[in-house]
Nanobody
Framework: QVRLVESGGGLVQPGGSLRLSCAASETLTGIMSMAWYRQAPGKQRELVASIGPNGRANYKDFVKGRFTISRDSAKSTVALQMNTLMPEDAAGYYC???????????????WGQGTKGTVSS
């Protein structure tokens, strides 16, 4: 029943920027990690960036220095600032949140429906 809703996608020229946001439909407790994935036509979905419970961020090499992931666990939101965009970055972007509300319960995993980022001149 929990939904993750992404926003901020759109069309930009090469070198431009987009800021993607993702919000859960309800407050999530026990969040362990948040991440952004992307999937381009004809390609497999790939991890772009993730951020752990202590705010430590990890980035794939192809976005290092250009993208920044941030989170607000209290609001169950995660954002991705994308700068210096290239045509290769064009893809559907999906947010992901996993966690565990109670230690005796199974972990939860939630995916957003995706938001499209288009990079074209």
């Amino acid at each position: 029943q929990v939904r993750l809703v992404e926003s901020g996608g759109g069309l930009v020229q090469p070198g431009g920027s987009l800021r993607l946001s993702c919000a859960a439909s309800e407050t999530l407790t026990g969040i362990m990690s948040m991440a952004w994935y992307r999937q381009a036509p004809g390609k497999q979905r790939e991890l772009v960036a993730s951020i752990g419970p202590n705010g430590r961020a990890n980035y794939k090499d192809f976005v290092k220095g250009r993208f920044t992931i941030s989170r607000d666990s209290a609001k169950s939101t995660v954002a991705l600032q994308m700068n210096t965009l290239m045509p290769e970055d064009a893809a559907g972007y999906y947010c992901y949140i996993n966690g565990q509300r109670r230690r005796w319960e199974a972990e939860y995993d939630y995916w957003g429906q995706g938001t499209k980022g288009t990079v074209s001149s």
